[in-house]
């Protein structure tokens, strides 16, 4: 059975830090992993997919990795604002799960100005 | 290009009554994907059909239902309802095939007294 870990449970940073998030995941067996946002009472929105096959994707000031053999993803923000302050969730999509994504229990993270 | 679309967003039900939510997919998206987000469970994967068939379950009694229609707009079904099926309904659509990236709607909130 798949399980995602994501480390911290929660960050709080000053504004303008760089920053890194861990998740990481059991089963390697995976078509994708996928990084979200979630902000208060609200739904998600998708950040960046990377495939299976891919090492890293871009997406502004974000840049998610991927490990697959290890089975560790990072998610690299640059440059912090106050608007990034949500909840970050990684989740992978399984082999053998069809379209099922399995989620981590997300980073919190506070940026203060 | 709308996204994807859940109604109703807040509703309060009392225990023992049954609801339905509805999910509109992105447009010419025909895989739905049902989650339920809890702050001790998480997210968690509830269905998934494609093409008006169901292709995946979750873990969840038989109380929790869903269907398809023909032009993948989505509903789903929880009967008998309990304390603990209060939660925040996640719906997400994706193209076919098992390397798409997951859209989510913005929830419908579900209160159960």
């Known amino acids: 059975k798949q399980e995602v870990t994501q480390i911290p449970a929660a960050l709080s940073v000053p504004e303008g830090e760089n920053l890194v998030l861990n998740c990481s995941f059991t089963?390697?067996?995976?078509?994708?992993l996928q990084w979200f946002r979630q902000d208060p009472g609200k739904g998600l929105t998708s950040l960046l997919l990377?495939?299976?096959?891919?090492r890293e994707q871009t997406s502004g000031r974000l840049n998610a990795s991927l490990d697959k053999s290890s089975g560790r993803s990072t998610l690299y923000i640059a440059a912090s604002q106050p608007g990034d302050s949500a909840t970050y969730l990684c989740?992978?999509?399984?082999?053998?799960?069809?379209?099922?994504?399995?989620f981590g229990e997300g980073t919190q993270l506070t940026v203060n100005p | 290009k709308a996204g994807v679309t859940q109604t109703p967003r807040y509703l309060i039900k009392t225990r023992g009554q049954q609801v339905t939510l509805s999910c509109s997919p992105i447009?010419?998206?025909?895989?739905v994907s049902w989650y339920q987000q809890t702050p001790g469970q998480g997210l968690q994967f509830l269905f998934e059909?494609?093409?008006?068939?169901?292709?995946n379950k979750g873990n969840f009694p038989g109380r929790f239902s869903g269907r398809q229609f023909s032009n993948s707009r989505s509903e789903m079904n929880v009967s008998t309802l309990e304390l603990g099926d209060s939660a925040l309904y996640l719906c997400?659509?994706?193209?076919?095939?098992?390397?798409?990236?997951?859209?989510f709607g913005e929830g419908s909130r579900l209160t159960v007294l």
């Open positions: 989740a992978v999509k399984g082999e053998t799960s069809g379209s099922r994504l399995t």
């Open positions: 089963d390697s067996a995976i078509y994708n």
């Open positions: 990377i495939q299976s096959s891919q």
């Open positions: 059909y494609f093409s008006e068939t169901q292709r």
């Open positions: 447009s010419g998206h025909r895989s």
């Open positions: 997400a659509s994706s193209l076919q095939g098992p390397a798409g990236e997951l859209f």
